[in-house]
């Protein structure tokens, strides 16, 4: 299968194209700013990136790159990444079958997560009118060993070992976390399904635990003296609070191998 990847050099591209190389039947080429390494690429301000790419006829394009609305990126760089680069590839290239990451995050909570939604939105138009599979997988909190230091998990990870203060909400919204492997396995027999038409596809543990619940779990697990002040900081509106229903992904073979606790005491702390 002649596989188009986007996002390659990010944690969860990185962890996708390994596992997508270890099948000879892939052919994959990754969509890159700064090749980092990998051996088959096009950069994306080579000003033939279009022509290139339909020369490999894509079977399939996946989708891995984003940028978080997270305070630093401005709102130009967030549409970009996520909704304007994904719609342009879209409508220049010949494809088959277009899997895109999605999030489970309600729409109006930031600009990533409505930028994420209106592209999944162009996904079911574009499948209806131009016979595009598009997949979108609403994909929970993943998490995994030597991911960047900016990520949740990391962050207070890093806060408790140190034993600093953390501001926390009061900490009763839901989360549905899932392992980094899980999700590589998830989107794998996404990949092998051969789904046809639009799809949105719940992708988590499908299990939830509170942000209390979990932080005073590492405390302990870390024997960790930092005061976690639950309610110093306000919930943002339409703040997420849940866990995926994957019933849908389990009809395709999908099961879960790490629960949260059992992969932090394993592989992160």
């Avoid at 409508?91 to 899997?99: E, G, Q, S, Y």
């Avoid at 930028?115 to 499948?127: C, F, P």
Wanted: overall charge positive; hydrophobic content about 35%.
């Amino acid at each position: 299968m002649n596989i188009i990847l986007v996002g390659s050099t990010g944690y969860l591209g990185s962890k996708l194209l390994k596992n997508l190389l270890e099948d000879n039947n892939n052919n994959v080429l990754s969509l890159v700013r700064n090749p980092n390494n990998i051996n088959n690429y096009i950069l994306i301000n080579d000003p033939k990136l279009y022509e290139k790419i339909n020369i490999f006829n894509p079977d399939m394009l996946i989708y891995t790159s984003c940028v978080y609305d997270n305070g630093i990126n401005n709102y130009m760089d967030i549409l970009k990444a996520n909704f304007i680069f994904p719609l342009e590839l879209m409508n220049k290239i010949k494809l088959k079958t277009f899997i895109y990451i999605g999030t489970s995050i309600n729409k109006y909570t930031n600009q990533y997560s409505l930028s994420k939604n209106q592209l999944a939105e162009y996904g079911k138009y574009y499948s209806i009118h131009n016979n595009i599979n598009f997949i979108n997988i609403l994909l929970e909190t993943f998490y995994g060993k030597n991911e960047p230091q900016n990520r949740f998990l990391s962050t207070i990870i890093n806060k408790l070992k140190n034993n600093e203060e953390i501001n926390l909400t009061e900490g009763n919204q839901i989360r549905d976390f899932i392992y980094i492997e899980d999700v590589i396995n998830g989107i794998n027999i996404i990949i092998k399904s051969n789904l046809k038409g639009y799809y949105d596809i719940p992708l988590g543990s499908g299990e939830g635990i509170s942000i209390k619940e979990l932080l005073e779990y590492l405390k302990t697990a870390l024997n960790s003296k930092s005061n976690l002040n639950f309610g110093a900081i306000p919930l943002r509106k339409n703040e997420h609070s849940g866990f995926a229903d994957i019933r849908k992904i389990k009809e395709l073979g999908f099961d879960i191998k790490l629960g949260i606790k059992e992969s932090i005491l394993k592989y992160m702390l």
